[in-house]
């Protein structure tokens, strides 16, 4: 099947959909990643965590995830609906894939901090930035795929 967003203005229109929306979850991502940043900042400096930054980190990291994940879906169904290409024929793909999963691992860690089953803050602060590295990575190279 050919790239239809050359020849359908619909097509067109709708294969901005995933890129916007991934705007919007990289942002909420920046959003989480600001009330962490505040939470490391008390854990190192030894003074106690304020619970407004705690309760802004989950109530906005949760829906990131959430957002992180459709969006995922969505790009894969926009590669075969409306460009016509094979998935994971991109470089693209492959940034983003390993975005995702670093997010996942980030949030999986959160969880189980959450939960008091485990003490590495740490490596989850670690594990976040390179999400959100990773999430800009996926910006630049998304970027030169639209129609
Ligand atoms: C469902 C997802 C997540 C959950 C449940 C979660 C949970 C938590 C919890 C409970 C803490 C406090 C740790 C402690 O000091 O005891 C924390 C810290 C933190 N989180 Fe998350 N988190 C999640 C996702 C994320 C994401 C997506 C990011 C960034 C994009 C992020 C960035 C951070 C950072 C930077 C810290 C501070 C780590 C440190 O103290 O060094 N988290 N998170
Ligand atoms: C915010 C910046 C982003 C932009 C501008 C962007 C742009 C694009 C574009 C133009 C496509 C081709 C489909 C279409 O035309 O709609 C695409 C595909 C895709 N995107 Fe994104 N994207 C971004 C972020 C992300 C992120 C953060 C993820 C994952 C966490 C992601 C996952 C995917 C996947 C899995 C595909 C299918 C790629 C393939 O099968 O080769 N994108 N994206």
Redesign the pocket.
Known sequence: MADA?GVDPVSFY??????VW??A??AMAVVTLRAGLRLRTARRRGIRKDAADYRSHLRFAKPTMGM?LI??????L???L??G??????A??????T??VL?LATAALGRRLEKGQSREPEIHGILALLSVFS?AA??G???????
Request: glycine share 12%; charged share 5%; hydrophobic share 55%.
């Open positions: 967003t709708l294969a901005y959909l995933h890129p991934m705007l979850s990289l992180l969006g995922f879906g969505a790009g894969l926009s590669v075969v409306l460009r290409w094979d998935v994971f024929s991109t693209h793909g492959f940034v983003s894939t975005a995702l997010f999430g996926a910006f190279t998304g970027f030169v795929l639209l129609p």
